[in-house]
Structures are given as structure tokens and as C-alpha cells.
């Protein structure tokens, strides 16, 4: 994929979702586990990865892939609650911090942007493939010892594609 069809985020705010940018995710994540943790709530991290961007712009042109992330972050969203943290960490990947969320909570918001992705997409748009790793925060968990477990299990996804 040609990172100049669909521009990575960079800083506090995603300009082609309106999402929040990778430097937001970096500090909200570390707050939010770190508060969690203080007051012995549970917190989960999942991570997003959009599969089969590529060969949808490489047939429809970059504005369709541009339009898919639009999408796919807009789904993000309407699916997440108001105390919940969307955001675009990358070309393709998104992350969601979801407070006072356990394994099981966790489990169900997976399943229900796992159901509502492909069916927020425009008609053409079959092709993209919503792939997920989630980490539910064990006590002593720091944020990157989540977000290295939600990748591991994204990374198992992604293989099994």
C-alpha cells in the first residue's frame, strides 16, 4: 500500500477520520491505565487493523481507501461509548482505550464492531477486512505491557487471514 494514498496520523488529531492522533493515544493511555489501576478498575486496550486496503485502492483509487478509513473510524465511534477513546494510531490501524471495560465487555465490543464494520462500508467495500487484538489489564499491567499483548493477539489474527 502506498503510504502517500492514505497519509498516516501524526500528532494530537487524525484531519482525514477527525479522530484523535497517535500522540492523544500515547498520553490517554498511559492516564487511563495508570487511573484504573489507582482505583482498581478494569480497562482494555484493543487495536484495529484494516486488512485488504491495498488491493481496494489499487482498484477504486486512493479516495476509496480514504473513504474505507473514513468509514472504518466512523464505525469506531457510533460503536464505542462516550467514555471510551478512538483513535487512528496508523495507515490502516486504529485503537480504542475502553474504560471501565473487562475481558468479557471487551469481548462483546469486538464481536459488535466485528458485526457493524463490514456493514458501515459502502457498497464495494466487501473486501475490507476488520482484524482485532485486544488486552484486558491485569494488576501491575503498564501500557505497554497491554498494548504488546493486545498486538500479540492481533498479530495471531492477522496470520490466521
Known amino acids: 500500500m502506498d503510504a502517500i494514498a492514505i497519509p498516516a496520523p501524526?500528532?494530537?488529531e487524525d484531519p482525514l477520520t477527525g479522530?484523535?492522533?497517535p500522540d492523544f493515544w500515547q498520553r490517554i493511555l498511559v492516564s487511563?491505565?495508570?487511573r484504573a489501576a489507582r482505583y482498581k478498575r478494569p480497562i482494555t486496550v484493543v487495536l484495529v487493523e484494516l486488512g485488504n486496503?491495498?488491493?481496494?485502492?489499487?482498484s477504486w483509487g486512493p479516495e476509496v481507501a480514504r473513504q474505507a478509513v473514513r468509514e472504518a473510524g466512523r464505525c469506531l465511534q457510533r460503536t464505542s461509548r462516550t467514555s471510551d477513546y478512538c483513535c487512528r494510531l496508523a495507515e490502516t490501524r486504529f485503537g480504542v482505550v475502553l474504560t471501565e471495560t473487562d475481558e468479557i465487555a471487551a469481548i462483546n465490543f469486538v464481536e459488535r464492531v466485528r458485526e457493524a464494520g463490514p456493514k458501515s462500508m459502502p457498497k464495494g467495500f466487501d473486501t475490507l477486512q476488520?482484524?482485532?487484538g485486544w488486552a484486558s489489564a491485569k494488576p501491575g499491567d503498564s501500557a505497554d505491557t497491554l498494548v504488546r499483548r493486545a498486538e500479540t493477539r492481533l498479530?495471531?489474527?492477522l496470520a490466521e487471514a
Open 19 to 21: 479522530l484523535e492522533g
Open 155 to 157: 498479530a495471531a489474527e
Open 10 to 12: 501524526v500528532g494530537w
Open 130 to 132: 476488520f482484524r482485532f
Open 32 to 34: 487511563e491505565v495508570a
Open 53 to 58: 486496503l491495498g488491493p481496494l485502492a489499487g
